[in-house]
C-alpha cells in the first residue's frame, strides 16, 4: 500500500553526499542497474530528440541523461540538490549543452511548456509531496512531450541488495579486488539502510505499480507503458503530454 504522502519536504534520513561516494559503482557491478540503462536506450529510440529541450528530475550522477544524444539535443537540464551527486554530473557531461541546478525539484522553475522529455528515476519517493511533483512535470512539457519514470515502490532489503552487490562484486572482480570493492561500497549499503528507515516511518513514499500508474494519470499524462524492473523493487511508468 502507498505511505502517508508528505507534503511539506521531508527530513531525510539518507546521506546523499556520502551515497555519491560509491553511486557509479552500480554502473560497474550491479547489472540491475545496467538493466535499467539499457531500458532507457530502448525508449530514447521512440522519441523524437533533434532539437529537443530535456529535464532531468532528479538527476544524480547524470547517469540517465548521459545516455542522451548530446549532439543532436538543444538544451539539457540536470536537477539535484545534493552537490556530491552535481559534482559527478558535471564530470560526465559538457557544460556547453547541460546546465546543473543544484536544488530541490520542488524549488525549481522554468516556464511551462518547456521540455520535451522529462526524465525521473528512483528519485520522486524522497521529494516532497510526489503527486503535487508529477503535476510540475506535466506542466513543464511541451504537448506530446513525454515522461519516463523510474520510482522505488517497495522497501529496500538491506541484506537482499547486499548479497545480491557483493555476489557481483566478487564473480566480476575476483576474490580479492572484489572484497577492495565491497570495501568501497560501504556507503551504499549504509545509506540503503537509511532510505528503508524512511520508507517504513514514512519519510518516503512507497507504491505499487498500480498505484504509480494512477499517480501519473492524474497528472494529465497518457501513460504508455509501466512495468516492475530493477529486480522488483521500482515501477517504470512512461507517459505522454496530450497534443
Not at 559527478?88 to 557544460?95: E, M, N, Q, T, V
Request: hydrophobic share 40%; with cysteine.
Amino acid at each position: 500500500m502507498t505511505q502517508q504522502l508528505s507534503l511539506t519536504a521531508p527530513a531525510a534520513p539518507v546521506d546523499w553526499s556520502d551515497y555519491a561516494e560509491a553511486y557509479d559503482l552500480l554502473l560497474d557491478y550491479n547489472p540491475a542497474y545496467r538493466a535499467l540503462l539499457s531500458r532507457f536506450e530502448t525508449f530514447l529510440e521512440g522519441v523524437d530528440l533533434d532539437g529537443a529541450a530535456c529535464l532531468d528530475a532528479g538527476a544524480g550522477t547524470g547517469n540517465f541523461a548521459s545516455r542522451l544524444p548530446l549532439s543532436r539535443i538543444e538544451r539539457l537540464a540536470l536537477v539535484d540538490p545534493n552537490s556530491g551527486m552535481m559534482r559527478r554530473a558535471r564530470a560526465k557531461l559538457p557544460s556547453s549543452v547541460a546546465e546543473f541546478h543544484e536544488t530541490g525539484f520542488e524549488t525549481y522553475r522554468d516556464e511551462a511548456g518547456t521540455f520535451d522529455l522529462v526524465i525521473c528515476t528512483n528519485a520522486l519517493f524522497a521529494m516532497p509531496d510526489p503527486p503535487t511533483r508529477l503535476a510540475q512535470m506535466h506542466e513543464l512539457l511541451r504537448p506530446e512531450g513525454r515522461l519516463f519514470l523510474v520510482d522505488l515502490g517497495r522497501r529496500v532489503s538491506v541484506w537482499d541488495w547486499s548479497l545480491y552487490l557483493g555476489t557481483h562484486m566478487i564473480l566480476q572482480a575476483g576474490p580479492m579486488e572484489g572484497l577492495k570493492v565491497l570495501r568501497r561500497s560501504r556507503p551504499i549499503r549504509r545509506q540503503n539502510g537509511r532510505i528503508r528507515q524512511g520508507q517504513t516511518e514514512g519519510t518516503y513514499w512507497t507504491h505499487t505499480l498500480d498505484e504509480l500508474a494512477q499517480h501519473v494519470a492524474a497528472a494529465g499524462f497518457e501513460v504508455t507503458g509501466r512495468e516492475t524492473v530493477y529486480r522488483g523493487y521500482c515501477d517504470l511508468v512512461t507517459g505522454k503530454n496530450a497534443p
